[in-house]
């Protein structure tokens, strides 16, 4: 491959750790770690189900950001109120300006870095946000700026094709050498091989492939070292 490409959330970096901390200071009842994870896991899920609508224009970038935390807690019979609700987002976010990659990514990218491999980025989210997680993240070492792509800045998210098409256009990118890594199947995997890419997923949650599916990935890995091994 001569161009790979990497989503950034859950992909190059650890999310539920920002999650976990923010939920601990905010919530005092007692829980376990897998407890938390549970939450994190559906919170996740009504992540990409409400930034669908926000894109779609049904739902304000607020009531995205403040519905999945609100509905994730509703469904462990959690208590918490909009201004709760604002005030954990509010925290998460701050927890985010600590996050870090992988040390194996770090690896990885230096790696692909000496062999001469055209690097880009894909995420999806609001742009602001996400390119305060790049800068936090330091990926202008590895990925020149032209190279990275957010889809609050298109107009277009992932699997949608045209965000995936955009990039084709302004990156000259050749399909058959073009590789795409990210955590989530419907999103990532799916949205690269519509569109003629190969497709690595990246499946340290251990999600299930949805019943279904028309596309399966190239490979699977499921930590961020198997995904070193996988390059190196």
């Given at each position: 491959m001569n161009t790979i490409i990497f989503d950034v959330d859950d992909t190059l970096y650890d999310q539920a750790q920002s999650f976990h901390k923010t939920f601990k200071k905010l919530f005092d009842f007692p829980h376990t770690y897998e407890q938390?994870?549970?939450?994190?896991?559906?919170?996740?899920?009504?992540s990409e189900i409400l930034f669908d609508k926000s894109e779609a224009g049904e739902l304000t970038k607020e009531e995205w950001?403040?519905?999945?935390?609100?509905?994730?807690?509703?469904?462990?019979?959690?208590?918490?109120?909009?201004?709760?609700?604002?005030?954990?987002?509010?925290?998460y976010v701050a927890e985010q300006q600590r996050i870090t990659l992988f040390s194996e990514v770090e690896q990885l990218l230096?790696?692909?870095?000496?062999?001469?491999?055209?690097?880009?980025?894909?995420?999806?989210?609001?742009?602001?946000?996400?390119?305060?997680?790049?800068?936090?993240?330091?990926?202008?070492?590895?990925?020149p700026e032209e190279n990275i792509f957010i889809s609050g800045a298109h107009g277009h998210a992932k699997p949608?094709?045209?965000?995936?098409?955009?990039?084709?256009?302004?990156?000259?990118?050749?399909?058959?050498?073009?590789v795409y890594i990210?955590?989530?199947?419907?999103?990532?995997?799916?949205?690269?091989?519509?569109?003629?890419?190969?497709?690595?997923?990246?499946?340290?949650?251990?999600?299930?492939?949805?019943?279904?599916?028309?596309f399966k990935a190239d490979k699977e890995v499921h930590n961020a070292k198997e995904l070193l091994y996988l390059f190196v």
């Open positions: 938390i994870d549970q939450v994190y896991r559906t919170s996740r899920k009504y950001q403040i519905g999945r935390i609100t509905a994730a807690c509703k469904d462990f019979d959690i208590p918490i109120d909009e201004q709760k609700a604002r005030v954990f987002h509010e925290t230096d790696v692909l870095v000496q062999e001469g491999k055209e690097l880009a980025i894909l995420t999806n989210g609001d742009e602001e946000h996400q390119a305060m997680k790049i800068k936090q993240l330091g990926l202008t070492r590895w990925f949608k094709r045209e965000i995936f098409e955009i990039m084709e256009s302004k990156m000259g990118l050749d399909k058959s050498k073009t990210g955590d989530s199947f419907e999103k990532d995997v799916v949205g690269a091989k519509q569109v003629g890419w190969k497709a690595v997923w990246m499946n340290h949650r251990k999600r299930i492939i949805p019943e279904g599916a028309t």
